[in-house]
């Protein structure tokens, strides 16, 4: 029985993956990830006298959390594991982080002692340490520019887990001093892919990718 070959070519057409016409939503999200790191970290350095960081609530619950974890959402669709993973993760770390410091959710209030909720909090961002460690890992092979950023944002969480932990305000000034740094390495690579992105771009930024 033979097979006409204009209908193994139709057949071909409609089971063959079509291009993708979703935009790369990585910038979205490595730009909402830096711009609410960067604040908080110039918070915990104590820059203009400042020592409580609640005016991060709204960059938390909307840039860092909501923005950051629709750029997840979208990278699934594209096939991005790594990107939907990470993206959704963060956006929902800052979520639960500006949780914590709104009153109305009580958390603060449930503890007596504050040590004890310097101790929950010290936990927290350990627990967020190792996640960023396992990231890292994935991408040892993938990315430089990733594994520089992943590096330096799990010491960040190290030393804010520290500061927490020992009550040491001098150890928490170094986390928000290498928070910046996570920041504007985060920039670097949100302006690299948005470069790319373009047509005609101005100029292309080197990120070290060696698939």
């Avoid at 927290?124 to 092979?141: D, G, N, Q």
Wanted: aromatic share 14%; hydrophobic share 50%.
């Amino acid at each position: 029985m033979s097979t006409d070959k204009h209908d193994v070519e139709e057949g071909w057409r409609e089971h063959a993956p079509r291009p993708s016409r979703i935009a790369n939503a990585g910038p979205a999200g490595i730009f909402s990830f830096a711009s609410t790191t960067f604040m908080l970290s110039i918070y915990n350095v104590n820059a203009r006298g400042i020592h409580v960081p609640n005016v991060v609530v709204g960059m938390a619950l909307f840039t860092g959390g909501l923005l950051q974890f629709m750029a997840g959402m979208w990278e699934f669709p594209r096939g991005n594991v790594f990107g939907a993973t990470a993206f959704s993760s963060y956006g929902c770390f800052w979520m639960s982080y500006a949780t914590i410091l709104i009153p109305a959710s009580g958390i603060t209030a449930a503890y007596t002692d504050p040590q004890e909720f310097n101790n929950a909090v010290g936990i927290f961002l350990i627990t967020w340490m190792m996640v960023t460690v396992l990231f890292t890992i994935v991408v040892l092979r993938k990315n430089l520019s990733f594994v520089v950023l992943l590096s330096t944002l799990s010491l960040a969480f190290a030393l804010l887990a520290a500061g927490s932990f020992t009550g040491n305000p001098k150890v928490t000034n170094a986390g928000g001093g290498v928070g910046i740094a996570v920041a504007f390495i985060a920039y670097y690579i949100g302006v690299g892919e948005m470069l790319d992105a373009e047509k005609k771009p101005v100029a292309y930024l080197p990120r070290g990718a060696w698939d």
